[in-house]
């Protein structure tokens, strides 16, 4: 078993918490991981990736070779497109298409979508809009998640035992709405695949 | 066993808490920073003592390391490479004195400039110090390398260098940990000349330090992280150093390489396993983050009939971050690239948070300048070096820490009037106060901006040396106190920053204009962090 996962967005947007939940998820089921962030700099509203990485074998480098990538999961529809060339002909990508709009050059978002929709397998789902509905905004990182899981080779159960790990400190009601979140996203893609 | 999901630098603090520090040293600079933070925030280190507040600068860590070390206890002091510069005449002689207690210098360079204004190799300032330095290939290693090094810098009593780069710095994996080492007792050095470089003394050491090479070399030679594979194919040797190892590695999943490989993780590089890789291959190809250390190193003792490849000879980029790709390609192997990146995609830079002070300090400083010609303005490192770049494009300099004062004054030295410096508060503490003592002293006609936002905030919000400190540190260099002028950074005051910098652009001498307001970043960690306490306040 072996998923390779660019995870790409915005500085601030917080893809790093996606990340330590399939990471918790990933190190309970003994799996090899390796994950590389982005720190420094690009934190300041520029463009972040990581590479997460997670094999029943020992994995070699800490970043994905070109076309190696299953999924491309982005909270931000103008990043996933950005690292089109990690992507393997069969792979995945898994989108937000809610913008973050902070540079004064950024590209219609019909435009966008439109490229995104060229893609041959995609979902794209307002992570937001949803994450709304369900009643708090912020949850929409976890929204994604629930979107990716389809083409992530981990049981979905594992990742929401993750969340509760990641988010148990911050009490019940927070866990729910998380679990709710995940729920959400991942119905989303089984239906639109 | 039990995993930890490490970063990188979160595995080397871990291995330095376990492998018995009494102290780390650091200053703040990307990708270093998270190891001093990562001791800070230990209960463990907490539990066991281990001192880990900021420095002033890495000349002032390296400095107080060396003290702990002379202490007879155990040390690591932290920096990005940069940093190193500034630490380098207490890095260069330490090697000369030698260690008492173990000290570790881990270092942190940056190829490909992803927060850094250069990609210097520290491997080279090892070599100049001709002290042994580690280059972890994984994060595993960087644990074990860190834990064992100050055995090691014991043993061969010289400071040891563990070097990593950005990639292995930010890049979590598993991690198991070894058994917890004790702490050394306080105990001075057996010879009270060791420390004393006097010219007599240091000739003695030096030839000392010359004499131990060989032991290095050896040490390096039977080190279980440097591996060497016999291949089957004669035409073609690999050396892999660091992180290199894992691109190669990933080219050859099934551990299936035919070539003869030598993984390189300790130098410095021991002749005697060249000597066995030249019997064995026809080319050599050096696979190496930096610069082409190894390269230079083994085209100057490998016969002329071997072929050396790498960074210089054009199988690898010379500048740059390697990847598997890369080594793929040198390796003559087929490489594959998903869909273009479609050509509406527009680069995303990174930008001052919106509500920033430093956004108001430059809209001010670019109206009071407005009238006239550009390229006044002299800055530095940290977040308003982002000034540089659109809507503000006030800044026309950003060389080194401290820079900007001395530039400024330099270049009113020469008649560029107005001459304005724009410096951080904790880049002012890390070097600013001796170029501000140079203008004072000189009478130079120049205004210093320091936007102070309490904090080291580009990488992440760090305490600042400087806080509290910064009217009184320009008093006491000299600075007339009428002419050190205080303001609050806020679209409200707009008017009142612009009078002031015109007023102070007129006055001939040395003006320090601060401008005062907490990062807002660090005001939201604070905030939440008020929150928390309020909703338990049992935590």
Known sequence: MKTDIILAGVGGQGILSIASIIGDAAINENLYLKQAETHGMSQRGGAVVSHLRIADTEIAADLIPMGKADLILSVEPMEALRYLPFLSPKGYVVTNTTPFINIPNYPELNEILAEIEKQPRFVAIDADKIAAEIGNKRASNVVMLGAATPFIDIEPEKIEAGIEHIFCKKGEAVVEMNLKAFQAGRSFALENK | ?539
């Open chain 2, 1 to 539: 066993m039990q995993k930890n999901l490490f970063l990188g630098v979160e595995a080397i603090a871990q291995g330095a808490i376990d492998g018995g520090i009494s102290g780390v040293y650091a200053y703040p600079g990307t990708p270093s920073t998270e190891i001093t933070e990562f001791i800070q925030d230990s209960e463990l280190a907490t539990k066991k003592g281990i001192r880990s507040k900021w420095s002033a600068n890495e000349k002032t860590a390296y400095e107080a390391a060396l003290g702990m070390s002379y202490a007879g206890k155990r040390t690591m002091v932290c920096m990005k490479h940069v940093g190193l510069n500034v630490a380098a005449d207490a890095f260069i002689n330490s090697a000369i004195t030698g260690i008492n207690g173990g000290l570790v210098l881990t270092v942190a360079d940056d190829p490909s400039m992803h927060s850094s204004q250069n990609e210097q190799d520290s491997r080279f300032y090892g070599k100049f110090a001709m002290i042994p330095v580690l280059e972890p290939s994984n994060q595993q290693e960087a644990y074990d390398m860190v834990r064992e090094g100050f055995e090691l810098s014991e043993q061969l009593e010289v400071p040891v260098m563990v070097r990593i780069t950005t990639r292995l710095a930010h890049s979590r994996a598993g991690v198991v940990r070894n058994t917890e080492l004790e702490q050394n007792a306080l105990q001075l050095p057996g010879d009270p000349s060791q420390f004393v470089l006097l010219p007599a003394i240091a000739r003695k050491r030096y030839k000392g330090l010359l004499e131990k090479q060989e032991q290095f070399e050896k040490a390096a030679k039977k080190s279980e992280y440097n591996l060497y594979k016999k291949g089957e194919d004669k035409s073609f040797g690999i050396i892999a150093c660091g992180i290199a190892y894992n691109y190669l590695l990933e080219n050859y999943p099934e551990d299936d390489c035919p070539y003869t490989v030598f993984k390189l993780a300790q130098y410095p590089v021991p002749q005697k396993i060249l000597d066995k890789m030249a019997k064995n291959c026809e080319e050599v190809l050096v696979l190496e983050e930096g610069y082409p250390v190894v390269e230079e190193h083994i085209k100057a003792v490998f016969k002329k009939d071997i072929k050396v490849s790498g960074r210089l000879s054009g199988a690898l980029p010379r500048d740059g971050e390697l990847n598997a790709d890369l080594v793929a390609k040198a390796l003559g192997k087929e490489t594959q690239v998903g869909a273009d990146v479609p050509g509406l995609v527009v680069n995303r830079p990174p930008a001052l948070c919106q509500g920033c002070g430093h956004q108001d300090m430059y809209k001010a400083l670019n109206e009071s300048l407005d009238k006239y010609t550009k390229g006044r303005v002299f800055s530095d490192i940290g977040c308003y070096t982002l000034g540089a770049l659109p809507p503000y494009k006030s800044i026309y300099s950003c060389v080194d820490m401290g820079a900007s004062v001395t530039m400024a004054k330099g270049a009113a030295d020469a008649g560029l009037i107005p001459a304005v410096a724009v410096i951080g508060d904790s880049t002012f503490t890390h070097s600013g106060i001796t170029g501000l003592l140079d203008a004072v002293n000189d009478g130079s006609n120049i205004v210093v901006v320091i936007s102070d936002n309490e904090s080291v905030s580009m990488t992440g919000g760090q305490e600042s040396s400087a806080l509290g400190k910064i009217e009184s540190i320009c008093t006491g260099v000299g600075v007339d106190p009428k002419h050190i002028r205080v303001l609050t950074p806020l679209k409200k005051y707009h008017e009142l920053m612009v009078q002031t910098f015109e007023e102070e652009i007129a006055y001939e001498g040395v003006s320090v204009i601060v401008f005062r307001r907490e990062c807002i970043q660090a005001a939201a960690k604070r905030l939440r962090k008020q929150k928390k306490m309020k909703d338990n306040p049992n935590k």
